[in-house]
């Protein structure tokens, strides 16, 4: 089936440092999302982008729908303790029914 | 308070045996999911359904069963022809707002004796 790239598959951070993480794929998506799960509970949805070139906040969060279709960021800045966690991308083809989801890139920050 | 329950939180079973996990949501949403997580692995899909009385298969439908009688509910079957069931199991359900934004239940983790 399709496939999202997603890295760094790991991070270990001090806290207050800026956080980078990005999907891609040899495939054109309509939607992205970016998900965060904490040990043993179900992902949180975090940003949902829609339109290539968008770029869209929550608090210290940002993701951004790549131009070409293929590729989504998220950055956080100024992590904090409670950041730690998996962070997922999915992505949606056009006329999918079902989401693609990446590997996961787990985030550890150091005190 | 609108959400997606899943229960139990635990749950073991001798191999050789049935189990249904349970999903329920009170967001009226149409469509619902069935994913299965391995220890750091990513999320795949078993089954989906996009409205009630019909569902289809994901990408790892073996050994599973669904049923979608009614649209608050959707239980899955780990059947005893699961070769590797031992995982933690996660319910989605979609809405309105498109099939793309998914909103997850707390998991169940099924360990197989």
């Known amino acids: 089936g399709q496939q999202l790239n997603q890295s760094p598959q790991s991070m270990f951070i001090q806290e207050g440092e800026d956080v980078s993480m990005n999907c891609t794929s040899s495939?054109?998506?309509?939607?992205w999302l970016w998900y965060k799960q904490d040990p043993g509970e179900g992902p949180v949805l975090l940003i949902a982008?829609?339109?290539?070139?968008e770029l869209t906040s929550n608090g210290r969060l940002t993701a951004q729908f790549g131009i070409t279709r293929k590729d989504s960021f998220l950055n956080i800045s100024a992590s904090i303790p409670s950041d730690v966690g998996i962070y997922f991308c999915?992505?949606?083809?056009?006329?999918?029914?079902?989401?693609?989801f990446g590997q996961g890139t787990r985030l550890t920050i150091n005190p | 308070d609108g959400g997606i329950t899943q229960s139990p939180k635990y749950l073991f079973r001798k191999e050789g045996q049935n189990v249904t996990l349970s999903c329920e949501q009170n967001?009226?949403?149409?469509?619902m999911y069935w994913y299965r997580q391995d220890p750091g692995q990513g999320l795949r899909l078993i089954y989906y359904?996009?409205?009630?009385?019909?569902?289809q298969k994901g990408d790892i439908a073996e050994g599973y069963s669904v049923s979608r009688e009614k649209k608050e509910s959707f239980p899955l079957t780990v059947t005893s022809a699961q070769k590797n069931p031992t995982a933690f199991y996660l319910c989605?359900?979609?809405?309105?707002?498109?099939?793309?934004?998914?909103?997850f239940g707390p998991g169940t983790r099924l360990t197989v004796l």
């Open positions: 967001l009226n949403h149409d469509a």
């Open positions: 359904s996009q409205i009630v009385n019909d569902f």
């Open positions: 982008l829609y339109k290539a070139g």
């Open positions: 495939s054109i998506f309509n939607t």
């Open positions: 989605a359900s979609s809405g309105t707002s498109g099939i793309s934004e998914q909103f």
């Open positions: 999915a992505g949606l083809i056009q006329g999918a029914q079902k989401l693609v």
